[in-house]
């Protein structure tokens, strides 16, 4: 089985819905997929505890009511069998897709950096434990702490305090000052000044990180050094996130140049490969504002209309000033890279500790000599953390790039039109 479309998107956040819709206004034929059940990717995800804003419903219903867009939910890339093609699968079946275009809009994940306990029951990312919340965990009364760096911290924070958890502490890393001066240049975006005194909570400490997530079978507490100060809470939960990593691993395996860990873009959000465009948190960190511009740009100019990208230029400029004041505020203090203990766990999947890491070169080597990124996760959670904590580069990631059936692979023998 096969299908052909003039423009594929892949990622229905903000960036892909966005894409959808300016290429929509054309005769071209549409293809938008994600691996979501419903469209909004992470920072609009969808679920029973879900309170999914009205800017984004607004923009899902108008995207899917275009005639010629063809939306696929449930659905992962797993492979690029040939030029111009994709080897994708959903829940029943895997097909490849052929394109003239394709715009990537695939997104970030959270940096999660090893630290004594971060592997204990009760302790997640804090975009996960949003995340989890959102898809129906219940927290009500739980006790929370939440720690790590960036504005995320208190959106998830917001997120449990409105499902009834009980919030203890919120650890932000970088320092008062820091802070601060990103505050007071707030009111250059006024949508998100107001938003700040909307998730702004009483137990925000800077100069704040964690230390150790405390228990034996689950997580009984958090030690934290808070200002020069060893602090440990009892707590229930523990959501720790050190900001987001580019997921630029499609991007990299299509050949487009990665610059600073994100998919390099032109003016026209177009990458170093001939007809493959990148826009939204893929290319770089800015919120849900800059995604959609940058989402509308790289529709545009994907079906030919320059003028109406170029319209677009400025609005994408003043959030990417957004975008640059967020990155130095929020720059992670390099005492997080001491966190690890020697037997400290840095990749989950194959129970391999920092002290087998210490000494090799690079991330192949220590990969060759001690499995670390060859189980489940393929690399995702412990490579992001050993290029934070060791320098080191991960090699293009090699397909299949999730699991998959025996059926979809067999697909890979197709034609290109069969």
């Known amino acids: 089985m096969s299908e052909y479309t003039n423009l594929l998107i892949i990622g229905a956040?903000?960036?892909?819905?966005?894409?959808?819709?300016?290429?929509?206004?054309?005769?071209?034929?549409?293809?938008?997929l994600d691996d979501n059940p419903l469209p909004g990717g992470q920072i609009w995800r969808d679920g029973p505890q879900a309170k999914v804003p009205a800017l984004a419903r607004q923009l899902r219903e108008r995207v899917l009511a275009c005639a010629n867009v063809r939306y696929h939910s449930g659905t992962r890339v797993i492979a690029c069998p040939g030029q111009k093609t994709l080897l994708v699968e959903d829940a029943e079946h895997g097909w490849q897709i052929r394109y003239d275009k394709l715009i990537l809009c695939t997104g970030a994940r959270e940096l999660l950096l090893p630290f004594p306990g971060w592997t204990l029951p009760g302790v997640t990312?804090?975009?996960?434990?949003?995340?989890?919340?959102?898809?129906?965990?219940?927290?009500?009364?739980?006790?929370?702490?939440?720690?790590?760096?960036?504005?995320l911290l208190l959106a998830s924070a917001a997120t449990a305090k409105d499902n009834g958890a009980k919030l203890l502490a919120i650890a932000e890393q970088a320092s008062l000052a820091a802070v601060a001066g990103f505050a007071a240049q707030l009111p250059r975006w006024p949508h998100k000044l107001l938003q700040s005194f909307t998730l702004f909570d009483r137990s925000y400490r800077t100069?704040?990180?964690?230390?150790?997530?405390?228990?034996?079978?689950?997580?009984?507490?958090?030690?934290?050094?808070?200002?020069?100060?060893?602090?440990?809470?009892?707590?229930?939960?523990?959501?720790?996130?050190?900001?987001?990593?580019?997921n630029s691993q499609l991007g990299q395996a299509l050949g487009c140049e990665v610059r600073q860990q994100a998919i390099a873009v032109n003016t026209w959000q177009a990458t170093s490969q001939s007809d493959i465009y990148a826009a939204g948190e893929c290319t770089g960190f800015g919120g849900s504002e800059r995604a959609l511009v940058e989402g509308a740009i790289a529709g545009h100019a994907a079906v030919g209309d320059r003028p109406a990208?170029?319209?677009?230029?400025?609005?994408?400029?003043?959030?990417?000033?957004?975008?640059?004041?967020?990155?130095?505020?929020?720059?992670?203090?390099?005492?997080?890279?001491?966190?690890?203990?020697?037997?400290?766990?840095?990749?989950?999947c194959e129970d391999v500790p920092y002290a087998a890491l210490v000494g090799h070169a690079n991330w192949r080597e220590a990969k060759l000599a001690s499995r670390c990124g060859m189980g489940a996760c393929q690399g995702r959670v412990c490579g992001a953390a050993a290029e934070y904590l060791f320098g080191w580069q991960p090699s293009a990631p090699r397909p299949p790039f999730s699991p998959a059936r025996i059926e979809t692979l067999l697909c890979l023998d197709e034609t290109p039109g069969a």
């Open 309 to 348: 990208a170029q319209a677009l230029f400025s609005r994408r400029a003043r959030w990417h000033g957004f975008a640059a004041a967020l990155s130095k505020a929020f720059a992670l203090d390099p005492a997080l890279k001491s966190l690890a203990s020697a037997d400290t766990l840095v990749c989950r």
């Open 125 to 151: 990312g804090a975009g996960g434990l949003q995340a989890l919340i959102k898809a129906g965990l219940p927290v009500r009364d739980q006790r929370l702490v939440i720690a790590g760096s960036g504005p």
């Open 207 to 246: 100069g704040s990180h964690v230390l150790a997530a405390l228990g034996s079978d689950r997580l009984e507490g958090v030690r934290l050094k808070q200002n020069g100060k060893i602090v440990e809470i009892a707590c229930d939960r523990l959501a720790c996130g050190f900001g987001l990593i580019a």
């Open 13 to 32: 956040g903000p960036a892909g819905l966005a894409a959808a819709l300016a290429a929509a206004s054309t005769t071209a034929h549409i293809v938008l």
